[in-house]
């Protein structure tokens, strides 16, 4: 399902998917961290102002996203060499995925590719389980920053221990 603005929308059943980590071939998706939560970051492209802030922000963040036990995948279209220079550029560990060939696939059915053939700065946060817990598009000039993030990872242990009482 997705919202108004095409993106898919909390309740989903999140797609799977792998998409190139590594120059070496490896591959990383969601699927492979079931049963902890999965912030996919979709970004429009590698080494522009606002994408180059986020994810450094989304690296200074680790600390708090580690307390949910939490995984950050961070997708774009940009080729994976083109990750690979841009994480080393600006300090960048979690992986950088090339939704890269087919151009833009997982990020279609997410509901986050725009007109100009890049990935929207969308935001989803997923569930142990994988179903989409929390989603959010921001204009591609404005960094979301991790707040929206950690309030839904938040969410998430709260409604664990209703669940589990």
Wanted: charge should be negative; include cysteine; glycine fraction near 8%.
């Amino acid at each position: 399902m997705t919202d108004s603005d095409g993106l898919i929308t909390p309740g989903s059943p999140a797609p799977d998917f792998t998409l190139p980590a590594t120059p070496d071939g490896r591959r990383t998706g969601p699927g492979q961290f079931r049963g902890r939560p999965v912030v996919l970051a979709f970004y429009p492209a590698d080494w522009t102002p606002v994408c180059g802030d986020q994810m450094a922000l989304y690296q200074a963040a680790m600390p708090e996203f580690e307390r949910y036990d939490a995984v950050v995948l961070g997708l774009s279209v940009d080729s994976i060499w083109s990750h690979q220079a841009f994480a080393e550029a600006r300090g960048i560990t979690f992986p950088l995925l090339a939704d890269f060939e087919p151009k833009g696939e997982v990020s279609r059915r997410y509901g986050a590719y725009t007109p100009q053939g890049e990935s929207a700065r969308a935001l989803v946060v997923l569930d142990p389980d994988q179903t989409v817990a929390w989603s959010h598009l921001s204009p591609p000039e404005v960094n979301p920053g991790a707040d929206g993030i950690l309030d839904a990872l938040e969410q998430l242990v709260s409604d664990r221990r209703v669940v589990t009482r």
